[in-house]
Every structure is written in structure tokens, then in C-alpha cells.
């Protein structure tokens, strides 16, 4: 089984169903240099000691992963953050309207039990509050959009490396259910900030990664044109 994938230049996939448990999302790694790493999602909270061992397969330390971004409030996604966060000391960066779910306050809205799981919740460090925000880890700059319409809190994620943009869209594919507070026509307006981008690469939440540029494209307007 593999441990991880590189996905170009400092990004790599360290976690989904396959790579490191079942029901997990897929996970997201970016080397910002000095030994120090950004994780994007992190599983279903089952698979934590398989992913410090997929982030060493790399060459990385695990203590040194000093944020771990959650983007979006479903159980595949944040299952694992209240143990980076105790284990690693990791800051935890989220939405302010997933906050309630990720940090325990509306449990049902984590759908962990779709999951048959127990969710831990975790304390939020940086609270992403504007349509748009960007910060600086090591070498890497992060740029946080809100997008949502799967979840009300959903972000998306992308970075320059060199002159490649990666996006991290996670679950564009939806699904879409009240009990998530989804609203398509709210989802259909972020797909539309994604395609602006015109990003290179594509990371995405469950189906792995798309690339180059016209595909990235496509798969975005498939799942428009299927809504």
C-alpha cells in the first residue's frame, strides 16, 4: 500500500480510504520548508498513526506539521484534529460557519453518525471570517476562499508553487442534504471563484487530483453541468 503520493513540487497526498483508512478524505500535506509542513484534512479520526507514518515516508518530521486545515466540518475531514492538535501542538484553521460542528456545539452537523463514529471536537486557532484571507507558512503562501453550499463553512484552498497553482477544492462533488445545511445555488456561485483561479492542479476532497489546467476545468463544469 502506499504511503503517499507526490503531487508536484512540495505537495503531496498522504491519506484517503486507500493510502490510510477507511472513510477517510483525501489528505494533503504541502512542505513549506525548514522542516516545517501544512496538513489539509486530516481522516476520520481513525487513521492518525498511519498518517505520522505516511508524513515520515517523506522525509518529514511530524512535529513538524504546525497547521492543519480543516475545510469543511464533516467527520472524513476532522476526525483526527483533536489529536494533531494535542499530540503536535498544531494550529487549527477553520471557517467561522463550521465552527459550531468542529468545536462541539452542533454535533449532528459533523455527520460522524453516517460515520458510526464518536467525534472528538477540537478548539479552532485561526478562525477564517472573509470571503477571502491568505497566510504565510515558511516559503508558502496560503490563500483561503470561502466557497460554500456543501457545508455553510466550506473553504477551498490554493497555493503558488513556483508557477503552478495548486487548488485544494475538497468536495466539490458534493453531496448535498439539509441536515449539512447545503444550498446548491450558494455552491453553484463558489464553483464559479474556482474556475477563476484557473488552477493547475486540482486536489480534490475524495476523487484524488486532476491536472493539467483543462482538466481541472472540466471536472469542475461536469459537476455544474450535473447540478
Request: charged share 20%.
Amino acid at each position: 500500500m502506499a504511503t503517499h503520493k507526490k503531487v508536484c513540487d512540495k505537495v503531496y497526498q498522504i491519506g484517503d480510504s486507500d493510502m490510510s483508512g477507511l472513510g477517510d478524505c483525501s489528505i494533503y500535506l504541502v512542505d513549506v520548508g525548514n522542516s516545517e509542513s501544512v496538513m489539509i484534512d486530516c481522516g476520520a479520526g481513525a487513521s492518525f498513526d498511519k498518517l505520522i507514518k505516511n508524513i515520515q515516508s517523506i522525509g518529514l518530521k511530524p512535529e513538524g506539521v504546525s497547521a492543519l486545515i480543516l475545510t469543511h466540518c464533516h467527520i472524513d475531514h476532522i476526525g483526527s484534529a483533536h489529536l494533531f492538535k494535542e499530540r503536535l501542538g498544531c494550529q487549527i484553521i477553520a471557517h467561522k460557519a463550521d465552527a459550531a460542528a468542529i468545536e462541539g456545539r452542533e454535533p449532528k452537523s459533523t455527520a460522524a453518525a453516517w460515520y458510526g463514529v464518536d467525534y472528538v471536537p477540537v478548539f479552532i486557532d485561526k478562525v477564517i471570517t472573509s470571503e477571502a484571507e491568505k497566510a504565510q507558512y515558511g516559503e508558502v503562501m496560503f490563500n483561503f476562499l470561502h466557497t460554500p453550499g456543501h457545508t455553510p463553512g466550506s473553504i477551498s484552498v490554493y497555493c503558488d508553487i513556483g508557477s503552478t497553482r495548486v487548488l485544494f477544492g475538497q468536495d466539490i462533488h458534493g453531496p448535498f442534504d439539509p441536515s449539512f445545511g447545503s444550498d446548491i445555488n450558494v455552491w453553484k456561485r463558489s464553483m464559479g471563484k474556482l474556475l477563476e483561479l484557473e488552477a493547475d492542479i486540482l486536489c480534490e476532497g475524495h476523487f484524488g487530483v486532476y491536472r493539467p489546467k483543462n482538466k481541472v476545468k472540466d471536472y469542475i463544469e461536469g459537476y455544474l453541468s450535473k447540478y
